[in-house]
């Protein structure tokens, strides 16, 4: 017998992701409909492990998928054709990595339109939302610079010590690379361990993340968001978190 999915209104909690559907339901981790974007809902959401998903024209989707896609800072490769892109990043003096600049330009960025992509995700008002989690220090972004143009990024969530990927963007070869690179090795020095990647993808797979179960997933979700939180007040990615996470000097 097909389930009902929950529906949810402005004052209803979350349900317990327990009644999330399964892939044999086709829509592995859809949780709920409806209700707000709210900055304390997302904050309920994040700090559950769920989080909003949807198209123009459908309601708010909430999703906790199983298994869940997460890089483990440990875990993280470098091949041999990116560790060349790296070396030539560090060499590079027009080539500046920065946090928290312009984090709705890097929103935009990550909404543009892909090659067999009719559209995004990445809505108006989920911008909106997620700026205003930026405001409250619960949002960041990390980006590539080459002299005064973007050239990939990316932004997430963070609570605690526990980091939530969202998207990227790449305007020139592994420029969404380098962001995530930068921002892995300034994490391995400030003790990080986690970066949620909610989904399975084969590029995400080559740099070394990983499925795991829900039920593991949210005990990690749990420990590291009550953790103290990161000094992104820092400025946390230059050159110099590469050179950490190559093991060589620029």
Not at 10 to 22: G, K, S, Y
Not at 25 to 51: H, M, P, T, V
Not at 177 to 205: F, M, N, P, Y
Not at 222 to 229: A, F, K, P, V, Y
Request: hydrophobic share 40%.
């Amino acid at each position: 017998m097909n389930r009902t999915l929950s529906w949810i209104n402005p004052d209803d909690p979350l349900p317990p992701t327990q009644l999330a559907l399964t892939p044999d339901e086709g829509a592995n981790g859809l949780l709920a409909a409806g209700a707000d974007l709210s900055s304390k809902r997302l904050l309920e959401a994040y700090q559950r492990g769920i989080f909003p998903w949807f198209s123009k024209g459908e309601p708010v989707l909430w999703w906790t998928p199983d298994p869940r896609m997460v890089l483990k800072i440990a875990d993280f490769k470098i091949s041999k054709s990116f560790s060349k892109t790296m070396r030539q990043a560090l060499n590079d003096p027009k080539l500046e990595i920065r946090c928290d600049q312009d984090f709705e330009g890097v929103m935009r960025a990550c909404a543009e339109a892909r090659p067999g992509q009719s559209g995004t995700w990445i809505s108006d008002p989920m911008i909106r939302s997620y700026c205003e989690l930026h405001t409250q220090g619960l949002a960041h972004c990390v980006t590539v610079f080459r002299g005064s143009q973007p050239i990939g990024g990316l932004y997430c969530v963070a609570i605690g010590k526990m980091v939530f990927g969202e998207s990227m963007f790449s305007r020139a070869p592994d420029g969404s690379k380098l962001a995530l690179a930068a921002l892995v090795g300034w994490l391995r020095s400030q003790g990080g361990l986690v970066i949620d990647c909610q989904q399975k993808t084969e590029h995400l797979a080559s740099l070394g993340a990983q499925e795991i179960r829900r039920q593991e997933f949210e005990s990690i979700v749990q420990d590291l968001t009550g953790r103290d939180t990161l000094a992104w007040s820092e400025v946390p990615v230059s050159k110099t978190d590469l050179v950490r996470l190559m093991h060589v000097a620029p």
